[in-house]
């Protein structure tokens, strides 16, 4: 089982980034996915929701109106596209897939935003 995470980067605030993760090893669309993230210091929290099929999605407060999560069960990848970055949303950024009792992290990856 193997949830990759790709798209981090060094962002200006005002900017945008895309973060994709690929599934492999599980039936991915059996699965609904999340995006969480981690800021130095602070505890992991939960960013964005997908339902197993795309049809439900939930986000945090802080994130509603720029953050966009979606999935491609064809690909087995879920994207979190990330619009009018802030500092605040600097973290690590990782995937979580789950059904019932059986989930899976994936190892993160890093978003600066800072001019």
């Known amino acids: 089982v193997q949830l990759v995470e790709s798209g981090g980067a060094l962002v200006q605030p005002g900017g945008s980034l895309r973060l994709s993760c690929a599934a492999s090893g599980f039936t991915f669309s059996s699965y609904y996915m999340r995006w969480y993230r981690q800021a130095p210091g602070k505890e992991r929290e939960l960013v964005a929701h997908?339902?197993?099929?795309?049809?439900?999605?939930n986000y945090v407060d802080s994130v509603k109106g720029r953050f966009a999560i979606s999935r491609d069960n064809a690909k087995n990848t879920v994207y979190l596209q990330m619009n009018n970055l802030k500092p605040a949303d600097t973290g690590v950024y990782y995937c979580y897939a789950r059904r019932g009792s059986v989930d899976f992290w994936g190892q993160g990856t890093q978003v600066v935003v800072s001019s």
């Open positions: 997908i339902s197993s099929g795309g049809g439900n999605t």
